[in-house]
């Protein structure tokens, strides 16, 4: 098998792996939140990940962990108590439903290649503004930081989902609220972390021991933590050879994959994400065809429910070409001949399908 799903979710870091196993251990189950001897031995673990999570992110905020960066989307919005809300129309449905469900909300448009005007307007009262960094179905990187600066001139807090951004670019360093997720940095499922600028006022979702400095309570996972921050570290000591990588990695697939149209802006993109249409493909076919290789249809947290991408509509494209759009993602663990490889079964295979 080929595994061209990096969005979705990455490869466990072997350096994650070897972080959790003292803290899978017959000795390691303590409670991180017990007095005793082994407790405070897994809480300074699970500071020591703390420490090594927030080095990805900006000075001067901390760092709240979650059970995913849906959960810490949800604590940034909810918690804030914004009533006005503005995101741009391509976010993961974690911030689109949510402020959805209660704020009042103002969609902020992409252009054709999918990004937000860095001057966008937001309407008067808007309290919270939610742009991510790289969308995760196309990959595009988003002006955070211009978007940032307007969102505090007009007295807005800025929220910015970087869980496909971070341990790849720098931090957007204007936010004020950051969600990141372990499990697309190459550490475990299971938990996420919120950054919260100092300063920065918010109300818990999670109501009980208090945990998180009282934003979140319930018991902390030295094993989940211990993975996420060594993730953390192995991403910030790469960052550069695993850009280098996966800009090798996009030539190589694009060089197969000439004839496919590209969604997406090919410029302002993480390389990593390769979103692709051919008219008239049928991608379940496709994906039939090729099981031994691992690729998406569109955003996994939207597969199968039979809709067309909110994403691609958004740049423009009809109900028939985003039905006909793959997404490739690679990184780190990817094999240059095995992209290829893939690459050209999946086109051979569009190929035989007429297109």
């Known amino acids: 098998m080929i595994y061209l799903d990096y969005q979705a979710t990455t490869p466990l870091a072997p350096e994650a792996r070897a972080a959790m196993e003292p803290w899978l251990a017959d000795d390691g189950f303590a409670n991180p939140h017990s007095p005793h001897r082994m407790g405070r031995a897994a809480k300074a673990a699970v500071e020591v990940a703390r420490e090594q999570v927030a080095a990805l992110l900006p000075p001067g905020g901390r760092v709240v962990f979650t059970g995913s960066a849906t959960e810490a989307l949800n604590l940034a919005i909810q918690g804030s108590g914004a009533r006005k809300?503005?995101?741009?129309?391509?976010?993961?449905?974690?911030?689109?439903?949510?402020?959805?469900?209660?704020?009042?909300?103002?969609?902020?448009?992409?252009?054709?290649?999918?990004?937000?005007?860095?001057?966008?307007?937001?309407?008067?009262?808007?309290?919270?503004?939610?742009?991510?960094?790289?969308?995760?179905?196309?990959g595009t990187i988003q002006p955070v930081d211009a978007l940032a600066a307007r969102a505090r001139a007009a007295g807005a807090l800025f929220l910015c989902d970087a869980v496909q951004g971070t341990g790849k670019l720098a931090a957007p360093a204007g936010a004020d609220l950051i969600a990141i997720s372990a499990h697309k940095l190459y550490g475990p499922k299971g938990i996420g972390a919120l950054w919260v600028r100092d300063g920065v006022d918010l109300k818990p979702l999670i109501h009980g021991g208090g945990q998180e400095a009282g934003l979140r309570s319930g018991t902390l996972s030295p094993a989940l933590c211990a993975g996420f921050g060594a993730a953390a570290a192995v991403a910030a000591r790469r960052c550069e050879e695993d850009a280098a990588h996966v800009a090798a990695l996009w030539d190589a697939a694009r060089g197969v994959l000439a004839r496919w149209t590209l969604n997406g802006s090919a410029e302002a993109r993480w390389k990593g994400n390769l979103n692709l249409r051919l008219d008239g493909l049928d991608v379940n076919r496709l994906m039939s065809e090729c099981r031994g290789i691992m690729f998406s249809a569109g955003s996994a947290c939207a597969s199968g429910s039979g809709r067309p991408s909110h994403v691609l509509s958004a740049i423009g494209l009809t109900n028939a070409q985003a039905k006909s759009a793959i997404r490739l993602g690679f990184g780190r663990f990817t094999v240059t001949d095995q992209l290829v490889e893939a690459c050209a079964a999946l086109d051979v295979a569009a190929r035989e399908q007429g297109c």
């Open 85 to 138: 809300v503005a995101v741009s129309a391509i976010e993961h449905a974690a911030v689109l439903d949510t402020a959805r469900a209660c704020c009042e909300l103002q969609e902020l448009p992409v252009d054709h290649a999918g990004l937000v005007a860095p001057d966008a307007e937001f309407a008067a009262g808007t309290q919270l503004v939610a742009v991510m960094q790289v969308n995760n179905e196309i």
